[in-house]
């Protein structure tokens, strides 16, 4: 039976993350944080002192570079950047990157050989609707605001130290109207996704559910 795909998409601090990573390694899957790939681009562009204004600069430099994103490790050319991408500086650069259209289909199309024997539980913005529109198993994860912004505020790989809830909250919910407007791929749940509120929910109970779900699928051993 063809390992499955899985598409996990919602805002940031919807739980996205953690969910997939557990449901990854239940199954024997790789697990790929497609925001990671947005991330590395801005944070190379930073570094090269290209303009996110400047599309086909930006395109030109996705084009050249290696990225690989495991689920401990990003890497981009080969340097390791998994902390340096968890940063506000890198959170605005990635929501500028990722409104390039030009640049996501260079990412996208990565994204998609990556899934391309199944065995995969990819997280982000357009996994169900653009990435994978076939996707075995799609999921729309969210939760209310304050939760999003008090698990973001705590995330030590996100900020390296607690940040404050209030500051996070802004924005927050700045990056998510800006990923929900965008004419490149927005952010909303495919029609055929499974809507699931994580808000004051035990992730543990999340994992469950969406176990289930993939066991109903009838297809979720392997990988
Ligand atoms: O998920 P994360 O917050 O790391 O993503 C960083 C940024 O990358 C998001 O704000 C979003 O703009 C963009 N992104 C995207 N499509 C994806 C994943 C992330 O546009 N599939």
Redesign the pocket.
Known sequence: MKPLIIAIDGP?GAGKGTVARAIAAQLGYRHI????M??AVGWKAIRDGVSLEDEAAVTALAEGARIDVSSTQVTIDGIDVTRDIRTPDIDRA??GV?RLPRVRRVLVDQQRQMGIHGGIVME????GTVVFPDADVKLYLDASPEERARRRAHDPAHTGVPAVVADVATLLTQ?DE??RTRAA?PLYAAADAVLIDTTGKDIAAVVREVMALVHKKGLGAGG
């Open positions: 940031s944080d497609s925001g990671a947005y991330r990635a929501a990722a982000g913005r357009d996994i990056r800006i990923d791929s």
